[in-house]
């Protein structure tokens, strides 16, 4: 069977997990990764941190920067100051395509009818493309998306509250726009991605491998996981063997393997709530709301045993 032609939509640089997303791509005999497209502020600067990681593993695909402001405009893009640290050496300029990401898009949609999209990071090139030809949304596949919630939001005994959902939030009007447009559509959610995670052995086998891409991913977790303590991690408590979550490559294997999270087909009504997007459970359907498939529970171990046997013997 011919592998599954999926295009990475991404906000590589900010949170490590999408590099790791990248790397489960590139490691993937199931997928062919045709085209890479950045989305987020300095997304020209996220799209010379994927081409360096393409670079390292010895791969040419291309990359596309993309919508650098949300689709109504506003600030609601992460920006931390280490994107691109452990990845971009001083000195090195990845090249990368001169195309805008919604038309790369569009011209590969027009190009290979069917291809599918696997999002994970805010949906502003996409509702971009779909605002310049509404028949884009027509020729997707699939798309599969990390982002929304379904339930509680908790990690450590800690809930969080809905705009914890990043992705999704961060540019509600654009989650909006491609939720209801009716293209076919797997949430991964952040209920479900935040149960899954690496732990320190597997950041000291990544360090161990001496692959050049490898490296690159465990220094950026390195630079990454105090990040991601200071922000998550309940007040006072002490750090949990959690290095870096895997919301993106669990999302990523979801694409080609559905077994590594529970799925239903459920009713889901997009909408912004007091100016914060949600996908709200309907029991039945109801004007605006739409049916799509939606992860409710993950295998914590296998997504990671998974990831660090095909990442760790990629370019081997």
Same mark, same amino acid.
């Given at each position: 069977m011919?592998p599954?032609?999926i295009?990475?939509?991404? +906000? ?8 790791l997303?990248? #790397?489960?791509a590139?490691?993937?005999?199931e ?10 502020r ?12 393409l ?9 596309y ?7 109504l405009?506003?600030?609601?893009y992460?920006w931390?100051?280490h994107?691109?640290?452990g ?14 990401a ?5 011209e ?5 009818p ?24 027509g ?5 599969t ?12 005994g ?10 999704l939030?961060?540019?509600?009007? #654009?989650?909006l ?5 009716g ?7 952040a209920d ?6 690496l ?11 001496g692959?050049?891409l ?19 991690d ?9 290095a870096?979550?895997?919301h993106?490559?669990?999302t990523?294997?979801?694409?080609? +393997?559905?077994s ?14 007091d100016g914060?997007?949600?996908t709200?459970?309907c029991a039945?359907?109801v004007p605006g ?10 295998d ?17």
């Amino acid at each position: 069977m011919p592998p599954q032609r999926i295009l990475l939509d991404t +906000d590589m640089g900010s949170d490590v997990d999408d590099a790791l997303c990248l #790397a489960l791509a590139l490691a993937a005999p199931e997928l062919e990764l045709v085209a890479v497209t950045c989305v987020g502020r300095e997304s020209r600067l996220r799209a010379r941190i994927a081409s360096r990681l393409l670079e390292l593993a010895g791969r040419h695909v291309p990359v596309y920067a993309g919508c650098r402001v949300p689709l109504l405009g506003g600030s609601g893009y992460n920006w931390f100051g280490h994107e691109g640290l452990g990845i971009l050496e001083p000195g090195v300029d990845p090249a990368i395509e001169r195309a805008h990401a919604a038309d790369a898009l569009l011209e590969l949609s027009q190009a290979e009818p069917g291809l599918e999209i696997v999002a994970v990071g805010p949906l502003t090139n996409l509702a971009l493309a779909l605002a310049k030809d509404p028949d884009f949304a027509g020729r997707v596949g699939r798309l599969t998306v990390m982002g929304g919630h379904l339930a509680r939001v908790e990690y450590r005994g800690h809930v969080f509250p809905f705009g914890v959902d990043y992705n999704l939030c961060s540019d509600p009007h #654009a989650s909006l726009v491609v939720l209801r447009s009716g293209i076919p559509t797997r949430l991964v959610t952040a209920d479900v991605t935040l149960r899954s995670w690496l732990c320190e052995t597997d950041v000291l086998e990544l360090e161990k491998s001496g692959a050049p891409l490898q490296t690159a991913l465990a220094r950026a977790i390195r630079i990454w996981t105090p990040v991601q303590r200071r922000l998550l991690d309940p007040p006072g408590a002490p750090p949990a063997d959690n290095a870096a979550f895997l919301h993106d490559p669990l999302t990523l294997a979801c694409a080609y +393997d559905e077994s590594f999270c529970g799925f239903e087909t459920l009713e889901i009504e997009p909408a912004i709530f007091d100016g914060v997007f949600r996908t709200r459970v309907c029991a039945e359907p109801v004007p605006g709301s739409f049916p799509l498939r939606c992860a409710t529970s993950v295998d914590a171990a296998a997504i990671r045993a998974h990831f660090m046997a095909r990442v760790g013997a990629l370019g081997r």
